[in-house]
Nanobody, 122 residues
Framework: VQLQASGGGLVQAGGSLRLSCAAS????????MGWFRQAPGKERHVVAV????????YYTDSVKGRFTISRDNAKNMVYLQMNSLKPEDTAVYYC????????????????WGQGTKVTVSS
């Protein structure tokens, strides 16, 4: 599967952005999907994960109540709605896929998009 992330940009603190990830292929529904982020000089970490059917969700603690992950299997899309953005959310955001149950560990994802940069100004 090939992934293409989009929707990043520059936003003021408190603002919102919606990231999108388009996936190729006809078996999108067999992939658990995740959003990860990597801030400058730091390791890549999970932000949110959604199961293949969309009925199981995971959020890292720092984004709970502010971010929402969703997917549309008919359109081969996964989204990350980000509200109440903070400067510490600044990072390159990556979507990733694994053809298995959902997982929160970066190393367990097999396919990665190119990343989209999110900058939150204070």
């Amino acid at each position: 599967v090939q992934l293409q992330a989009s929707g990043g940009g520059l936003v003021q603190a408190g603002g919102s952005l919606r990231l999108s990830c388009a996936a190729s292929g006809r078996t999108f529904g067999s992939y658990a999907m995740g959003w990860f982020r990597q801030a400058p000089g730091k390791e890549r970490h999970v932000v949110a994960v959604i199961s293949r059917s969309g009925d199981s969700l995971y959020y890292t603690d720092s984004v709970k109540g502010r971010f929402t992950i969703s997917r549309d299997n008919a359109k081969n899309m996964v989204y990350l709605q980000m509200n109440s953005l903070k400067p510490e959310d600044t990072a390159v955001y990556y979507c990733a896929a694994r053809q298995a149950n959902w997982n929160i560990f970066t190393g367990n994802y097999d396919y990665w998009g190119q990343g989209t940069k999110v900058t939150v100004s204070s």
